[in-house]
C-alpha cells in the first residue's frame, strides 16, 4: 500500500511499501491490510502506526480523516507528530491533541455567549 499523511497545509509523510496499518477511531482501534476493501474512517487523537518492511513506525495524530481506495490510503488531520518514541507520543497525544479539543470547545462557547449578547442588545436597541 501506499499511505500519504496530509496535514492542512503540507504534506507530513508519503510511503511506499507499508504493509499494515493501524489506527484510532470513536469505535476503537482499527487495521488495515493491502487486500481489504475500500473503507472511510474517522480518525481520533492517538498513535497511528504503520509498518514497512518488518519496521513499525509510530506518528501522534490529531482529528482527521482516513481513507482507502485501492492501494492508496490516505490520512487526513489536524496534526501530526513523529520521529519520538512511543512513550513521548502517547504523553503527547495527551496533554496537547486532547486539551486542544478542551480548548476549542471552551472557545465556542464564549463565542456563542457573545454572539447571544450581541443579538438581544441589538434587538433591544431595534426595539426602542
Keep these: 500500500m501506499n499511505l500519504k499523511i496530509l496535514l492542512p497545509f503540507?504534506?507530513?509523510?508519503?510511503?511506499?511499501?507499508?504493509s499494515s496499518v493501524v489506527m484510532e477511531t470513536s469505535e476503537g482501534s482499527y487495521g488495515l491490510l493491502p487486500q481489504r476493501l475500500d473503507c472511510v474512517a474517522a480518525l481520533v487523537p492517538g498513535i497511528f502506526t504503520y509498518e514497512?518492511?518488518?519496521?513499525?513506525?509510530?506518528v501522534a495524530v490529531d482529528n482527521g480523516v482516513m481513507v482507502?481506495?485501492?492501494a492508496q490510503v490516505l490520512v487526513s488531520v489536524r496534526n501530526a507528530v513523529g520521529g519520538a518514541d512511543l512513550g513521548?507520543?502517547?504523553d503527547l497525544v495527551?496533554?496537547?491533541?486532547?486539551?486542544?479539543?478542551?480548548?476549542q470547545k471552551q472557545v465556542t462557547t464564549v463565542?456563542?455567549?457573545?454572539?447571544?449578547?450581541?443579538?438581544?442588545?441589538?434587538?433591544?436597541?431595534r426595539s426602542t
Design 94 to 103: 495527551k496533554k496537547d491533541f486532547k486539551s486542544e479539543d478542551e480548548n
Design 68 to 70: 482507502k481506495a485501492g
Design 88 to 90: 513521548k507520543l502517547g
Design 52 to 58: 514497512t518492511e518488518d519496521t513499525s513506525h509510530y
Design 10 to 18: 503540507k504534506v507530513f509523510a508519503d510511503i511506499k511499501n507499508v
Design 111 to 125: 463565542i456563542a455567549k457573545l454572539e447571544r449578547g450581541f443579538i438581544y442588545s441589538f434587538d433591544k436597541l
